[in-house]
């Protein structure tokens, strides 16, 4: 497992588009130390710069059985991020602040709007 690249804005790691058309994307994503996806993190982009990726509150937001100076005196590949949990896991985590596939999903959304809005018009 190499180093997370959370400080570096490169989002290449992330599954293609084509990869989620066609159904059910996992949220398992190793290469962004990602164990799954939060529901507080849908609405984040990762482009945000409070809780996007490298921002300030990215890292340690809710680790989940271990300390925050604990979390924050970690290395950056022994963190992995989540939804939160009150049960151990096999790696230490923190809250999943941020979607990396938020552009992708707000023009989802955006057409499904638009096609169900047209629909309906007279």
Do not use: K
Not at 7 to 34: E, K, M, P, V
């Amino acid at each position: 497992m190499g180093p997370a690249s959370y400080h570096d804005h490169d989002r290449s790691h992330l599954c293609s588009r084509r990869q989620r058309q066609r159904g059910i994307s996992d949220s398992y994503l190793t290469d962004a130390q990602i164990l799954e996806f939060s529901h507080q993190s849908l609405l984040i982009s990762p482009d945000n710069e409070l809780y996007g990726l490298g921002a300030p509150l990215q890292r340690c937001l809710e680790p989940n059985n271990i300390s925050l100076e604990g979390c924050r005196r970690l290395p950056e590949q022994d963190l992995w991020f989540s939804a939160w949990h009150d049960t151990e896991r096999p790696v230490y985590t923190s809250r999943l602040t941020y979607n990396p596939w938020f552009d992708d999903q707000a023009e989802a959304i955006g057409a499904f709007i638009h096609t169900h809005a047209s629909a309906e018009r007279p």
